[in-house]
């Protein structure tokens, strides 16, 4: 049973939605908060930026620390996630306002629906640029339980 467990969060997109899913969950959820006690007074885009606000920086220990396994520049690291976070978040202002505006949807499920989308941006973003380290590097990601740990078993 253990094995099975180990195998399963040996591979990073394993990882990556269980973290994901954490923390969508949790920005989501500060989105629906910030939204239904000061969307009168921020409106929904506040509403969103102030979730992404608290909801980024606890992706990024997360994803770190538990997806990639990253080491090195903490610095570095924070400021290339930030950047990926940035796309997602402009994509996020645009699709916004054109579902509850021109579509009609409320705030609350447009979010939901864009949800999905800035979760596969932030994937391929974080997985080659954020925490990606060139070969050979000393700070380079631990492997995953997919790759041979064993010297031997990459040779020919």
């Known amino acids: 049973m ?3 467990v180990r195998a399963f969060l040996g591979d990073e997109r394993i990882r990556f939605l269980l973290v994901g899913g954490i923390n969508t969950l949790v ?3 500060l989105f629906v908060l910030f939204q239904l006690t000061l969307g009168h007074v921020i409106g ?3 509403s969103l930026y102030a979730s992404y606000a608290v909801a ?3 992706a990024f220990v997360l994803h770190r620390r538990f997806t990639f396994r990253a080491r090195g520049s903490v610095a570095l690291d924070y400021l290339r996630f930030q950047i990926v976070y940035v796309v997602a978040l402009a994509v996020n202002t645009i699709l916004l ?3 509850v505006e021109l579509v009609g949807l409320e705030p609350i499920v447009a979010q939901a ?3 999905v989308l800035t979760t596969i941006l932030s994937y391929v973003g ?3 640029f954020s925490f990606r380290r060139p070969s050979g590097d ?3 990601n631990t492997t995953d339980a997919t790759e041979p740990t064993d010297p031997k078993a990459s040779r020919p």
Do not use: D
């Open 2 to 4: 253990l094995t099975t």
């Open 27 to 29: 920005g989501y959820g």
């Open 44 to 46: 929904y885009l506040g």
């Open 56 to 58: 980024t920086t606890l």
């Open 97 to 99: 306002p054109v579902l």
């Open 113 to 115: 629906c864009i949800v």
């Open 126 to 128: 974080h997985k080659f």
């Open 138 to 140: 000393a700070r380079s």
